[in-house]
T-cell receptor, first 111, second 114 residues
Framework: DAKTTQPNSMESNEEEPVHLPCNHSTISGTDYIHWYRQRPSQGPEYVIHGLTSNVNNRMASLAIAEDRKSSTLILHRATLRDAAVYYCILRDGGSNYQLIWGAGTKLIIKP | DVKVTQSSRYLVKRTGEKVFLECVQDMDHENMFWYRQDPGLGLRLIYFSYDVKMKEKGDIPEGYSVSREKKERFSLILESASTNQTSMYLC?????????????FGEGSWLTVV
């Protein structure tokens, strides 16, 4: 099974951009890359996902390497509400339900 | 917005009790999931359902059963609760079969078995 590797934690200042990296060197051609975040005592919240091309939405941007072996979640202007554990997840293209969860990166935002 | 609602946020049950965790989604999603989340172990899939009355075992089904009598409702049942089932339980749903589809999670149910 493909796996993801993320740093354990990162710190950023409020109102600055944040780049959260994820390595997934064994990704298969049909695996989508999903990002979720989880605030304390809450369920995971969808952030963004993509397959090959870079993606933007109102929450974040996702930059996917050309070889798809890594990706970066970009929060353009961090706020205190962005403090959470961010999970980089591969959704198995061969299975309807299998999610491969990494350990996540704890993002700390300093005021 | 999609809403996945878990009926109980916090429960305390005694060892041996039968426990029901209820989950309802309001977006007519085919797929529903039950996970448990423990520190250091991440999210682990207990059961999955892709249609009414259909279910599949996930990675850790032992000690659990599920029921899906209606499309919008997916119940997790602990037949005889044990202390090692103390955990946070997460329900989720998604549409269709495509791996690009978003999975929506509930707020979680914190179960303590004493």
């Amino acid at each position: 099974d493909a796996k993801t590797t993320q740093p354990n934690s990162m710190e950023s200042n409020e109102e600055e951009p944040v780049h959260l990296p994820c390595n997934h060197s064994t990704i298969s051609g049909t695996d989508y890359i999903h990002w979720y975040r989880q605030r304390p005592s809450q369920g995971p919240e969808y952030v963004i996902h993509g397959l090959t091309s870079n993606v933007n939405n109102r929450m974040a941007s996702l930059a996917i390497a050309e070889d798809r072996k890594s990706s970066t979640l970009i929060l353009h202007r961090a706020t205190l509400r962005d403090a959470a554990v961010y999970y980089c997840i591969l959704r198995d293209g061969g299975s309807n339900y299998q999610l491969i969860w990494g350990a996540g990166t704890k993002l700390i935002i300093k005021p | 917005d999609v809403k996945v609602t878990q009926s109980s946020r916090y429960l305390v049950k005694r060892t041996g009790e039968k426990v029901f965790l209820e989950c309802v989604q309001d977006m007519d999603h085919e797929n529903m999931f039950w996970y448990r989340q423990d520190p250091g172990l991440g999210l682990r899939l207990i059961y999955f359902s892709y249609d009414v009355k259909m279910k599949e075992k996930g990675d850790i089904p032992e000690g659990y059963s599920v029921s899906r009598e209606k499309k919008e409702r997916f119940s997790l049942i602990l037949e005889s609760a044990s202390t090692n089932q103390t955990s946070m339980y997460l329900c989720a749903s998604s549409i269709g079969q495509h791996s690009g589809n978003t999975i929506y999670f509930g707020e979680g149910s914190w179960l303590t078995v004493v």
